[in-house]
């Protein structure tokens, strides 16, 4: 099981915050500072998801644009700069390879103020150059401990010179690969033979065929094979054949065209309707918007896909305005419209040209040939519009019939109501002058106090109790 790298930050900094100390020192290169700013971005991903992936060194070295072997200096670099520690871990089951790295960044050291990271440049010297001191004391370390140097080729050595024959013979003039070097207006003189682990624009011939001559060769430097008796290649094997095989596959792509289509024709009547289109929509003398044209020249052409039939102008105008007026166009539309409900129908109209056109292509009628009611492709009424009109009559009279009945019923309640409060308050009235006629006659007899209060509430239960028991009414 592989492991993944991983950029450690700390510090608690923002997300994508990076050290203007270290993107503005010329003392850094543009890799490493760009390295850092990509570092930045994968740091502590683990408590986010960035979806940007894994900082893997193929990942780190695509994005900045550079081979890995760069990538690996530029990061020799920040760890010269101390501004980037990186933590190489080995494979868990293949303990001498090494596995993910752990990128750890000191940026917070330096932006949090009272850090604790120190310089570690003197004035006037760049990373780089400490990065490739620090390189070749490791190389050093190795040659002493006697560790050879894998792959590549040793500084000093040419390898064409090394590869050919005759590389003392003056008279050689030619590439690596067998090219030629002629003038303008002469054949070439000599070539040099194919190296054998040279991949060349065609493939190389065994090493057996390979023939140091350049008989028939061409002003142009590709090589004509000559017609000699002890040329014993096989068929398939010449330069030219490999030449032709190049040639013929070398071809250029496919470039993919772009169709351009241009507007239908106009329909008998279109310019009629686009006079007719309301100022609001579209201002007179400018050109309707391509969607709102595209609708009018269906209703009146007709669309067979879209089962659309053609109508006449009179009746394209009409459904125009209907949709508009009917549906508050311009009350709609106007700035600072506020709807008083939620419904789609008072919704405001942000694009008018756009609303419109959809508009006048919607059908209320599940025919599409209905218009007004009235079948287009047979001029008779449509049988669902009748249907819906019914329903929409009956229940239209049935509503009236319902209200008016809620309105008989509330002047019957009010009537009620207003005769009962006239009878209440008159016996209030002649309880009140009984009460106080009473009182007046018992003081009079010589009651008072409570013995007069007793006296007064007794007469006046039975008086109550007298007066409704003949009127029908209770005191409330």
């Known amino acids: 099981m592989s492991l993944e790298p991983e950029v450690r930050r700390g510090g608690s900094l923002p997300f994508g915050m990076v050290a203007s100390r270290w993107m503005c020192d010329p003392r850094y290169s543009t890799n490493a500072r760009t390295l850092y700013a990509i570092l930045v971005t994968y740091a502590d991903t683990h408590l986010r998801n960035t979806r940007r992936g894994k900082p893997y060194r193929r990942e780190l070295a695509a994005q900045l644009g550079v081979s890995c072997s760069t990538l690996d200096r ?50 006037g010297v760049k990373a780089s150059d400490i990065a490739k001191q620090r390189t070749q004391q490791r190389r050093e ?15 000093g050595v040419n390898t064409r010179a090394s590869s050919r024959p005759d590389a003392d013979n003056e008279a050689v003039k030619g590439g690596s690969t067998g090219a030629v070097t002629p003038g303008s207006t002469s054949a070439g003189r000599s070539a040099a033979p194919v190296l054998p682990n040279v991949q060349s624009p065609v493939k190389n ?20 094979p000559a017609v000699a008796a002890d040329d014993a290649r096989p068929p398939g094997h010449s330069v030219a054949d490999a030449v032709q095989r190049a040639t013929t596959r070398s071809r250029k ?17 279109y310019d009629d309707v686009l006079a007719a289109i309301p100022s609001d929509v579209c201002r007179p003398g400018t050109t309707p918007w391509v969607g709102l044209r595209r609708a009018i020249t269906d209703l009146l052409a007709g669309n067979r896909q879209a089962g659309i039939p053609p109508r006449t102008p009179a009746q394209v105008i009409a459904r125009i305005n209907r949709c508009w007026y009917a549906g ?45 009611g009235t079948l287009l492709t047979t001029g008779t009424v449509c049988s669902e519009c009748a249907e819906q009109q019914g329903q929409r009559l009956a229940a239209y009279s049935a509503i009236t019939a319902a209200a008016n009945r809620l309105e008989a019923e509330s ?45 007064v509430s007794r007469h006046m239960a039975a008086w109550a109790k007298e007066r409704t028991s003949s009127s029908g009414l209770e005191t409330q």
Not at 343 to 368: E, K, V
Request: include cysteine.
């Open 74 to 123: 530029t990061l020799d670099e920040l760890e010269a700069a101390n501004m980037v520690i990186v933590e190489r871990r080995p494979h868990p089951t293949k303990p001498k390879q090494n596995d993910a790295n752990i990128y750890h960044l000191h940026d917070a050291e330096v932006m949090w103020q009272g850090g604790s990271w120190v310089d570690p440049l003197p004035n």
């Open 328 to 372: 508050r166009g311009p009350e709609r539309s106007s700035p600072g419209y506020q709807p008083l409900t939620d419904h789609s129908g008072d919704m405001p109209i942000r694009n008018r040209s756009s609303w419109l056109a959809t508009a006048i292509l919607a059908q209320d009628c599940p025919d599409p040939a209905c218009e007004d």
């Open 205 to 224: 011939p065994p090493p057996d065929d390979v023939s140091p001559d350049a008989e028939g060769l061409s002003a142009g430097g590709l090589a004509v």
């Open 141 to 155: 370390a190795k040659r002493e401990r006697g560790i050879e140097r894998k792959g590549g080729v040793p500084k």
């Open 411 to 455: 002047a019957t309640i009010h009537q009620r109501t207003s005769k009962a409060a006239a009878e209440a308050f008159t016996l209030a009235a002649a309880a009140a002058r009984e009460e106080e006629q009473t009182r007046q006659r018992l003081v009079s007899a010589g009651l008072w106090g409570g013995m007069l209060d007793y006296k």
């Open 253 to 269: 792509p496919s470039v993919a065209r772009t169709i351009r289509t241009s507007e239908r024709l106009r329909p008998p009547g």
